[in-house]
């Protein structure tokens, strides 16, 4: 992989929803370059696969099904990885959901629900879950969106648990300055399960690539290499902010 380091070597990285998309890409990632990754996601059989995908790159990985809106799941991914690993370096909230396309005003309270427990509820929580157990020079990203910027209509109130994130990552950068420095990645659109308009539908695709000045949607691994960045000491004097990953899509000034 080009320009990939040893940045990671000897570090723990924990991964919420990294069986697939842009997670993997971001568990691979730290982990060619040296960490050993802890994967998760809801399914124990998606686990398996990702671990399996990875160990066959040469990566040190566990795998530990969990749902981020699980209390209990969230306790033992904390658990198993600080018994096998003894502590954790980099923490990667990258779980959201996005059940909706109805506009603000009709979105029925359950789903209002969902989206804040697990886009941004489940975020706070794993990150008190793992507070103990952060290394003296360690790393929170959390993955927001560009829709936190400029919501779009049929993703409103998932682009509002996003902006949401932005305004934690300030606040924990703060309460947890100066050992963990906390910061996020703001992707544009990428290509996934997620994303699945963006392969079912050659229109949609097609406007928003034109968008973008890059005239390109994005790749799990831009996604992987940013946050790559904000983990590792090149980014050692950068909390509290949000890297924009969209290919200039308009995000803020
Ligand atoms: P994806 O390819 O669909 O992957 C989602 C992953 O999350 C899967 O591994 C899935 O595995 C797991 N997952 C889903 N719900 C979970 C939960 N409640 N608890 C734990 N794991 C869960 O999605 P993606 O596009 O990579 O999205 C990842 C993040 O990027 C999200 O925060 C999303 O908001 C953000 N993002 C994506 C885009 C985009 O265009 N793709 C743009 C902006 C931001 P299981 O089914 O086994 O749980």
């Known amino acids: 992989m080009e320009g990939t380091g040893r940045r990671f070597q000897g570090k723990v990285a924990v991964v919420t929803a990294s069986t697939q998309g842009i997670g993997f890409a971001i568990a691979e990632r730290l982990g ?44 033992d991914l904390i658990q198993k990885t600080v ?9 990667v909230s990258n ?10 005003v009709e979105v029925p309270e359950p789903v209002l ?22 290394s003296q020079e360690s790393s929170i990203i959390i993955i927001s969106s560009i829709a936190a910027y400029s919501p779009e209509a049929s993703m409103a109130m998932y682009g509002v648990t996003k902006t949401a994130l932005l305004g934690l990552t300030k606040a924990l950068a703060a309460e947890m300055a100066p050992n963990t420095r906390v910061n996020t990645v703001a992707p544009g659109f990428v290509p996934t399960h997620f994303a699945d308009f ?22 799990t691994t831009d996604m992987a290499s940013a946050v790559a960045f904000l983990a590792s000491s090149d980014a050692s004097y950068i909390t509290g902010e949000t890297l924009v990953v969209a290919g200039g899509l308009p995000s803020r000034l």
Not at 68 to 75: A, D, P, Y
Not at 95 to 104: G, L
Not at 116 to 134: C, R, S
């Open 198 to 219: 963006l392969v079912r539908n050659e229109d949609v695709k097609n406007s928003i690539e034109e968008r973008t000045l890059l005239g390109r949607l994005g790749k």
């Open 113 to 134: 629900d969902k989206l804040w427990e697990v886009n941004v509820k489940a975020t706070i929580l794993l990150v008190q879950d793992a507070a103990a157990h952060l």
């Open 83 to 91: 018994n096998k690993y003894g502590g954790i370096d980099i923490l």
């Open 95 to 104: 779980a959201a959901a996005n059940p909706t396309v109805n506009p603000i």
């Open 32 to 75: 060619l370059e040296g960490a050993s990754v802890v994967v998760s996601s809801r399914r124990q059989k998606n686990v398996e696969e990702a671990v399996e995908k990875l160990r066959a790159k040469g990566i040190d990985v566990l795998g530990v099904a969990c749902h981020v809106s699980s209390r209990e799941q969230r306790r």
